[in-house]
């Protein structure tokens, strides 16, 4: 506890991480040491499983002295003060750039919303093309009305990497940046990230992917404030203590490539599933590096169900283990330096997650069902060796990357792609390179109820009613039987084993309120943007401002009720920035005004 309260005043410093991961070690250490003592050999069935259970407790803390040991190295700022240095190369060199933006079944909305936002670049000598592989009439006229190229292909060969080896000869500019159609990058993306190729030895800048909606976990359960992304710790932890050791990962939006480097190495590889990991990955190999600033440069959008959600992460599983599956391609092991291989190791393991996870949620309740302990100890030597440990582990590693993880969350995140993701594993190793699922994560799903996708869902479920059982069999039965006598434990450790179970309900209980999919009932988002307006009708002037802005309309407080205001058509003049937009007033409640946008302009 004095250990865990102690880093509230911590600098953030090479020593103090240095510290601070001394005594996670040393409490690893000895947890480990008393661990090995703890076996259960009274049955060769208990030995197995109590063995088991301690293999898996060795793999997390190898997967986590992984991620962990460089956050020594943890400088998220280093990056944008070399940005800053490296502007002027920027404009005394003036780069080409070519802006791709990716597109197959997407609405036309999103893809005019990504036209748009690119057309906003500061950076001079830009050519803006919509890569559509969808093949659709209304994507091209859209791309010859906002004044940007167009390309398409005959089929679909390879997916979205077939689609950029395709814009890769058609293109000519030195440098891509590329943006998938539902994110939007900010006037400066280029300003920040072109710098870093004054290295000719720097072949890719990748930057973090960031969201302006909650991931769908964190809408379900009313925790968008509270609950991290489960991104949040790769994207801005674990890709900046990556960046020290040149194993940044490319994930497939917001980054810049030099296209010689591309070039250099065939283009993209078409031989996986996805494109952005196996691409970085094959630059690593052929000795380029690739660069990570830790700057949020754009925003996206994230799955909105259970359903598209689940698609998205298996298939970036997928992807990773496909990675192990092309030594010829990617020949990571004869090629990268130790510090690089450590990342590689560290996600092999990582890999292997549904089956660790699932085995820590069977195995204690095995032990209950069977009645034998996982860990032969008495509680007081729990208390005296475990329990340090474990609070170490829910407060140190969430100090040391800056609060963008939590062991609890961690585990809600792992339960639910527990069942999915073993499956998807099982179905890969033994046929790496088939298709399983979506080729495309479906980001505009609405919805008018809620609802919960048993089909995926089943296992939390039954899992946690198959829990709920046994707890009731072995401890209320009894207990009604002997008219409420004291409960006494069991075996040695039941106590244990009890609290670990109860603990895991809470996990399930938690993943499974985040399966209930809640209402989506807007086409498009909404946000407190507050901006000052002037409402314009028959001549008459209202001010007030938006409280409640979407790229369809808005809420518009009035400064005082304007009783004769009438629903229907007006103007709308908004400042900062200054636009002028055609309105139509739908609703109207005393100074409250419901305002939908009509006919947008090109450049609104």
């Not at 008459?540 to 369809?552: K, N, V």
């Amino acid at each position: 506890g004095l250990a865990a309260s102690a880093t509230l005043w911590l600098p953030r410093r090479p020593w103090s991480y240095a510290a601070v991961e001394l005594v996670l070690m040393v409490a690893a250490l000895r947890y480990l040491i008393w661990r090995s003592t703890t076996l259960n050999t009274a049955h060769p069935w208990s030995l197995l499983f109590s063995g088991l259970l301690f293999a898996i407790e060795l793999l997390y803390l190898l997967t986590t002295t992984l991620q962990l040991l460089p956050a020594i190295r943890y400088a998220p700022e280093l990056r944008s003060r070399q940005a800053d240095q490296l502007h002027d190369w920027v404009t005394t060199n003036r780069p080409t750039v070519d802006v791709w933006i990716p597109t197959y079944n997407e609405p036309t909305r999103i893809v005019r919303r990504a036209i748009l936002t690119c057309r906003n670049l500061s950076t001079p000598n830009l050519t803006i093309s919509v890569l559509d592989d969808g093949h659709r009439p209304e994507i091209e006229a859209l791309a010859a009305q906002l004044g940007v190229h167009y390309l398409s292909r005959d089929g679909n060969a390879h997916r979205k990497a077939g689609n950029l080896n395709h814009a890769l000869a058609h293109t000519s500019g030195e440098f891509i940046a590329v943006f998938d159609c539902d994110f939007m990058p900010f006037a400066p993306f280029l300003e920040r990230t072109l710098g870093f190729f004054a290295d000719p030895r720097v072949a890719l800048v990748q930057t973090p992917q960031h969201y302006f909606q909650a991931e769908f976990h964190n809408r379900n359960l009313g925790l968008d404030v509270v609950m991290p992304s489960d991104l949040d710790y790769f994207f801005r932890y674990l890709q900046v203590i990556r960046d020290r050791s040149n194993a940044v990962i490319c994930f497939g939006t917001s980054y810049v490539v030099r296209r010689s480097a591309l070039e250099s190495i065939g283009g993209y590889v078409t031989s996986c599933l996805i494109e952005d990991h196996q691409t970085s990955t094959k630059l690593l190999t052929q000795g380029w590096s690739v660069r990570y600033l830790d700057e949020v440069l754009s925003m996206g959008e994230v799955p909105r169900t259970f359903a598209d959600f689940l698609d998205q992460r298996l298939r970036w599983m997928q992807g990773n283990i496909q990675i192990f599956f092309r030594p010829h391609e990617l020949p990571i092991w004869t090629t990268l330096r130790w510090g690089q291989l450590a990342f590689y190791i560290n996600l092999a393991i990582s890999l292997l997650t549904p089956i660790l996870r699932l085995l820590y949620l069977l195995l204690p309740l095995l032990s209950l069902m069977l009645g034998f302990s996982l860990i032969a100890a008495p509680p007081i030597e729990y208390v005296a060796y475990g329990l340090p440990f474990i609070l170490l582990l829910h407060t140190l590693p969430s100090w040391l990357s800056d609060y963008h993880q939590f062991q609890f969350w961690n585990e809600v995140y792992e339960t639910l792609f527990c069942m999915p993701g073993l499956q998807r594993l099982l179905q890969v190793l033994r046929h790496p390179f088939r298709i399983f699922g979506g080729i495309v994560t479906s980001k505009d799903a609405q919805a008018r109820q809620q609802s919960l996708n048993l089909g995926l869902c089943w296992p939390l479920v039954f899992t946690l009613a198959l829990m709920a059982l046994t707890l009731v069999v072995r401890y209320l039965t009894p207990l009604l039987d002997a008219g409420l006598s004291l409960w006494r434990p069991g075996y040695e450790g039941e106590v244990l084993m009890l609290s670990w179970n109860l603990w895991n309900g809470l996990v399930l209980a938690v993943a499974l309120l985040a399966c209930i999919d809640q209402p989506v009932r807007r086409s498009t988002d909404r946000f407190p943007i507050q901006r000052i307006g002037c409402l314009e009708q028959n001549g008459r002037r209202w001010w007030g401002t938006t409280t409640d802005l979407s790229e369809e309309g808005c809420q518009f407080h009035l400064q005082t009720i304007a009783t004769d205001l009438q629903p229907g058509r007006a103007s709308l003049q908004l400042t900062d920035p200054d636009l002028h937009i055609s309105v139509e007033l739908r609703r109207m409640a005393g100074d409250q005004l419901g305002v939908q946008f009509l006919g947008l302009d090109a450049g609104s």
